[in-house]
T-cell receptor, first 119, second 113 residues
C-alpha cells in the first residue's frame, strides 16, 4: 500500500516570507515517481514538478525549489519570497511502479496543504 | 487542444436522482481517471480506465459506474445519488508512461440534497 502524508493542513505566511510544505511518503516499490500539484482558488489542478526515485538532485525553478530525500522518504517544497498569487492548496502525489495493474499509472495523493499568503 | 473537458461544471441533484458526468480528452491519452475531492480528504480515485475497453475500481467506487465510450471519452454515472456523493469531481488523463503527469479537467461541483 502507498501513502502520502502532508501533515500541515493550513499555513499562513506574510508576503515575501519563505515557506516550506512538507510531504512524506510510504511505498514498497523501489521505483516510483513523486509529483506536486497546485490548486489555486479557481479550482483547477496544475502540475508543478515530477521526480523519480533514482534522482535525488534538488530542483529549483524560479522561486520554487524541491528537496527530495530518500533517506527520510520526504519530498518537500519551498517557496522563496512568497507572493499572494502563491495562495493555493498544494498536493503531493506518489506513483509506485510495482504491482499496480499494467497501464494503471495511478496516483496516491496527500490531503493537501492550504497556503495563504497575506499581503 | 482543449485538453481535458468536463460537463457539467455545476449540478444540483435530489437524493435518488441519477446523472452522468461527461469527460473527454483530445490529447490521444490512453488512461483516464475519475477522482472525487472532499474537504480535508485530498483526491480519491473512484474508477480508472487503463486503456480503451477496460475499467477498474479505485479507492472509493461504491455508488458509481463508469463507461469508457472510446479512447477520448470516459463517463461517470451516479445511479441513485446520495448526499454523501456531494463533492467536486475531477477527470484526468495520462499518456502511457509512468513518468508522465496526469492532466486534469476543470472539475464538476455536485451537490446532492
Amino acid at each position: 500500500a502507498q501513502k502520502v502524508t502532508q501533515a500541515q493542513t493550513e499555513i499562513s505566511v506574510v508576503e515575501k516570507e519563505d515557506v516550506t510544505l512538507d510531504c512524506v511518503y510510504e511505498t514498497r516499490d523501489t521505483t516510483y515517481y513523486l509529483f506536486w500539484y497546485k490548486q489555486p482558488p479557481s479550482g483547477e489542478l496544475v502540475f508543478l514538478i515530477r521526480r523519480n526515485s533514482f534522482d535525488e538532485q534538488n530542483e529549483i525553478s524560479g522561486r520554487y525549489s524541491w528537496n527530495f530525500q530518500k533517506s527520510t522518504s520526504s519530498f518537500n517544497f519551498t517557496i522563496t519570497a512568497s507572493q499572494v498569487v502563491d495562495s493555493a492548496v498544494y498536493f503531493c502525489a506518489l506513483r509506485g511502479i510495482g504491482d499496480s495493474g499494467a497501464g494503471s499509472y495511478q496516483l496516491t495523493f496527500g490531503k493537501g496543504t492550504k497556503l495563504s499568503v497575506i499581503p | 487542444n482543449a485538453g481535458v473537458t468536463q460537463t457539467p461544471k455545476f449540478q444540483v441533484l435530489k437524493t435518488g436522482q441519477s446523472m452522468t458526468l461527461q469527460c473527454a480528452q483530445d490529447m490521444n491519452h490512453n488512461s483516464m481517471y475519475w477522482y472525487r475531492q472532499d474537504p480535508g480528504m485530498g483526491l480519491r480515485l473512484i474508477y480508472y480506465s487503463a486503456s480503451e475497453g477496460t475499467t477498474d475500481k479505485g479507492e472509493v467506487p461504491n455508488g458509481y459506474n463508469v463507461s469508457r465510450l472510446n479512447k477520448r471519452e470516459f463517463s461517470l454515472r451516479l445511479e441513485s445519488a446520495a448526499p454523501s456523493q456531494t463533492s467536486v469531481y475531477f477527470c484526468a488523463s495520462i499518456l502511457a508512461g509512468a513518468r508522465n503527469e496526469q492532466y486534469f479537467g476543470p472539475g464538476t461541483r455536485l451537490t446532492v440534497t
